[in-house]
């Protein structure tokens, strides 16, 4: 069973909801990542998501492009970003790692080779923004050679007809953005994300995690009453945004708010 | 990509449903976007079989564009490149001056058949975000344009344009400040837009259907071009020469002539200091496949994977891709892609404005530079036709500070 299967098995068997934190791996600088990856881990992450940096994150709000410029000032590359992950499997074997980023690093790597060294450092799951389950043949081939989760997202146009689609090749959950429109923007209607989840669920067994537009405790525990796990991603780089020059306090900065979304997600309202 | 050679022969099957050619297009965007381009597409097939909206396009394209362009024989300047006989095709002299407007007039009346009441538009030198704003100005819609902070400096006469056209421009700081920067930052308007958005796509690029979309819209170049030199010389041309940044003006002119194999292509990329430099705008010259901007294409990347920083005098080629059906032209053999460089193509520029009165676009002297070294070895029973894909007006700026005149 891979790690993010295990995770929200022992999830559903405790009665709890995922919390998964997004950082951008490499901001501000390479060596802030994985002491903030065990921070939040000791926070109450369930799962991490590690943001590969791309030059043009077209996806993505202004938080995250300024995090995508701040590492790659650093020149972090995908093979970098594989390293600090094997660092964090040396003492922590347990919590899934999933990478969220666009197609062309991996492409360029090459499918096969890149699956079986993302493997090898232990990343469990992938998320390609820009790779709709259309393009995503041969890349689901071979990441499931690999072992490798791949996570697909899926959006308030997607009708039943891609729920279906996205069903078929998604393995280890599925990833609902909440609203149109680009991370960290303020547009979350969580009404509507729950009418959404209730027609998803009649194409799909997998866990399904929503991300998108969760900033507190109250936003993730209305979230969490709806959804298999919480995705927050602006929130926690902004906090590191306003740390840059003080790169040492971003773990425990970000662990205290890591703290209070768990508690927001352990009282789902 | 291997396989390319031998499926070559006709490209009329070029791209598949899902837009493809070869391994390049397709359609790589975030789910949101999915369905939109799945409605872009149905509505696109559908108009384009519908005899109102084809006789609304061609009136367009008489009344407002100003069509057909002539094709003018450029006798002075072939006497002085020496060689073969240069024609130019004179999408200059189309309405707000290059051939952007063929592809706005027609994506537009598709915004207008699908109800859409905003339009939004990515530019480089400014040439399509004017041709979107007038277009928007002439049909009552809201129009954003998003333009590279960088290009907004050297572009200051096109940028006055589009706000007297109406037109919000929207300075995009992120990045390297240029075209590729505009088209993500007008991608992020699109997906939080959706619903009553429309974005016109300026060049041959972007995912499917724009590839073949703007290919459509840009065709009447190439349509016209044949009919024209038939009727001058009575017979085909031998090369068909096009700047490239996207391909737009390029693919618009090439295609009527695909299954001609007697007529060759040339593709000009913007060569900047030199490809062999490393500053140059030249994917299909010196770069390497990958995704970007929801098509597989040919890029400038590092090993890595991200984009490189592109470098060109000209606005309109300084872009790191290139559309998807360039790359697979190129792999295919059916066309030749060559860089000219700045240097290079500013001689164009003069020589062509002092010996023929023409002042022509930055963009298009790059293509103007390659047809005369490619004259020049040629005889005088040879025709070249050039892409005088816009006028140089936009331009003049930038070549006054070179000379170091301020005006």
Known sequence: MSRIKQRFADLKSANRKALIPYITAGDPQPGTTVPLMHAMVAAGADLIELGVPFSDPMADGPVIQAACERALEHHVTLHNVLDMVREFRQTDTDTPVILMGYLNPIEVWGYSDFSQAAAAAGIDGVLTVDLPPEEAGEFTAAMRDAAIDTIFLLSPTSDGNRMDKVSQLASGFIYYVSFKGVTGANRLDVTAVADKLADLRKHTDLPVGVGFGIRDAETAGQVAAVADAVVVGSVLVKQIADLVDQPDSIPATLAATVAELRSGVDSPA | ?407
């Open chain 2, 1 to 407: 990509m291997t396989q390319a050679t031998a499926e070559s022969a006709s490209q009329e099957n070029y791209p598949d449903e899902r837009g493809h050619f070869g391994p390049y297009g397709g359609r790589f965007v975030a789910e949101t976007l999915m369905l939109p381009l799945d409605e872009l597409n149905q509505a696109y097939r559908k108009y384009m079989k519908d005899p109102e909206f084809l006789a609304e396009l061609d009136e367009d394209l008489a009344q407002f564009v100003g069509r057909p362009s002539p094709l003018y024989l450029a006798a002075r300047w072939s006497e002085q490149v020496g060689g073969a006989r240069i024609y130019l095709k004179r999408e200059d002299l189309n309405h707000t001056g290059a051939h952007k407007i063929n592809n706005t007039v027609g994506q537009a009346l598709l915004a207008k058949r699908m109800g859409k009441t905003r339009i939004i538009a990515e530019t480089g030198a400014g040439q399509h975000g004017v041709a979107s704003a007038t277009v928007a100005a002439r049909l009552g819609m809201e129009c954003v344009v998003y333009m590279g902070a960088e290009d907004i400096k050297r572009q200051a006469i096109n940028v006055y344009r589009m706000r007297m056209l109406g037109a919000e421009v929207v300075s995009v700081k992120s990045g390297s400040k240029t075209l590729k920067d505009a088209l993500n930052e007008a991608l992020r308007d699109w997906v939080t837009n959706v619903d009553n958005t429309f974005y016109i796509i300026g060049t041959v690029a972007g995912p499917h259907p724009y590839p073949v979309m703007v290919r459509d819209f840009q065709t009447v170049i190439g349509r016209e071009t044949r009919q024209q030199i038939m009727q001058a010389e009575g017979r085909l041309p031998d090369a068909l020469v096009a700047c490239v940044g996207g391909g737009s003006n390029a693919i618009g002119l090439f295609h009527p002539f695909i299954d001609d194999p007697s007529v060759a292509f040339y593709g000009v990329e913007g060569g900047g200091d030199g490809v062999e430099t490393g500053r140059h705008a030249a994917p299909l010259c010196a770069g390497s496949s990958g995704v970007l901007h929801g098509n597989r294409t040919y890029l400038m990347e590092d090993s890595d994977g991200q984009i490189s920083e592109t470098h060109s005098i000209s606005a309109g080629l300084d872009y790191p891709g290139v559309g998807p059906e360039h790359a697979w032209l190129k792999d295919t053999g059916r066309a030749s892609y060559v860089a000219i460089t700045d240097t290079e193509a500013l001689d164009a520029f003069h020589g062509l404005t002092r010996t023929e009165g023409i002042i022509p676009a930055l963009e298009s002297s790059h293509a103007l530079a390659y047809a005369g070294k490619l004259a020049a070895t040629l005889g005088k029973d040879k025709i070249i036709v050039v892409n005088l894909s816009g006028r140089g007006d936009k331009d003049i700026h930038t070549i006054a500070d070179l000379d170091g005149i301020k005006i």
